[in-house]
């Protein structure tokens, strides 16, 4: 059963942006806590984001003041704005809760290279 389905990868340059959305259920993002996670060539799975409702968002060092994570509530859409992308941030890009509950998607492949 698919549950949730992430988008918005691509081919970027350094330097470039991409916008990542996240389509789940109601139930799953009813939980307290959503998040993005990532898993680069020969890398484990990171916690990427995170956002709680009534207590805001945290990111991991590597994407502070780079990344934003928001959420439509309504639509049960979870988003993950990447801004100054480096090479480092190539992965594929997931969305779950926090802790995860949920069954992966596939992710969407972010690649950013020159």
């Known amino acids: 059963q698919v549950q949730l389905v992430e988008s918005g990868g691509g081919l970027v340059q350094p330097g470039g942006s991409l916008r990542l959305s996240c389509v789940g259920s109601r139930s799953i993002f009813s939980t307290s806590t959503m998040a993005w996670y990532r898993q680069g060539p020969g890398k484990q799975r990171e916690l990427v984001a995170s956002?709680?409702?009534?207590?805001?968002?945290e990111y991991t060092d590597s994407v502070k003041g780079r990344f934003t994570i928001s959420m439509n509530n309504v639509k049960n859409i979870l988003y993950l704005q990447m801004n100054s992308l480096k090479p480092d941030d190539t992965a594929v890009y997931y969305c779950n809760t926090a802790p995860v509950t949920a069954y992966w998607g596939q992710g969407t492949q972010v690649t950013v290279s020159s």
């Open positions: 956002i709680t409702r009534g207590l805001g968002t």
